[in-house]
């Protein structure tokens, strides 16, 4: 268990939904990060937010977007769900979210859209 | 931008042989390179990194080595057990930012 919680643990949407992923991230760690894992892409990194400020953006689309709380939890949106955004969100923390911190992942969002 | 190739995709191997998986990137500017397994249901965990200053790194029976010149870097396991069993990812940092590119992944069985 790497301390780090996600909700839900599937999901199970249609086409054009907005869907809210849930992140906690491990007690003591201020950033977070948001992955996007899928058969034809692979892992892909979406975005990481560092004491409630992003600090960096990856190959998120538009049509998805992210904030961390005051508390630190973190949550993902995705809106105007596509049948290709079917795939594992994992969460991951690390305590000061600098590139050599370790990165500790969650168990994962199963996301299917119909 | 960074590209990262890992090979092989799939990797079969008796328990007590070594193991070895082979990632090359793209970007000079790199200069940290992560591994990852992942186990079947759960997140990536991270096994091993190394810095683009060292050329090689181990971890008991893990181990790591980086050609900067060659632009590739390899994971090595020795005396590979059945829970070694699992998706090994590598992943090399882009550019000078915030951000990882990661290879396909390997996946490997060990058998008993």
């Known amino acids: 268990d790497s301390g780090v919680t996600q909700t839900p643990k599937h999901l199970i949407t249609a086409t054009g939904q907005r869907v809210t992923l849930r992140c906690s991230p491990r007690?003591?760690?201020?950033?977070v990060y948001w992955y996007q894992q899928s058969l034809d892409q692979g892992l892909q990194f979406l975005i990481q937010?560092?004491?409630?400020?992003?600090?960096a953006k990856g190959n998120i689309l538009e049509r998805f977007s992210a904030q961390q709380f005051p508390d630190l939890h973190s949550e993902l949106n995705l809106s105007s769900l596509e049948l290709g955004d079917s795939a594992l969100y994992f969460c991951?923390?690390?305590?000061?979210?600098?590139?050599?911190?370790?990165?500790?992942f969650g168990p994962g969002t199963r996301l299917t859209v119909l | 931008g960074e590209n990262v190739e890992q090979h092989p995709s799939t990797l079969s191997v008796q328990e007590g042989d070594s193991a070895v998986i082979k990632c090359t990137y793209s970007?000079?500017?790199?200069?940290?390179f992560p591994w990852y397994k992942q186990e079947l249901g759960k997140g990536p965990q991270l096994i091993i990194d190394?810095?683009?200053?060292?050329g090689e790194k181990k971890d008991q029976r893990i181990a790591v080595t980086l050609n900067k010149t060659a632009k590739h870097f390899s994971l090595h396991i020795t005396e590979t057990q059945p829970e070694d069993s699992a998706v090994y990812f590598c992943?090399?940092?882009?550019?000078?930012?915030?951000?990882?590119?990661f290879g396909k992944g390997t996946r490997l069985l060990v058998k008993p």
């Open positions: 992943a090399a940092r882009e550019g000078q930012g915030f951000s990882f590119i």
């Open positions: 190394i810095r683009s200053n060292v």
């Open positions: 970007d000079s500017a790199s200069n940290y």
């Open positions: 991951a923390s690390s305590v000061a979210g600098t590139v050599t911190d370790t990165q500790y």
């Open positions: 007690s003591g760690d201020l950033s």
């Open positions: 937010y560092y004491n409630g400020e992003e600090r």
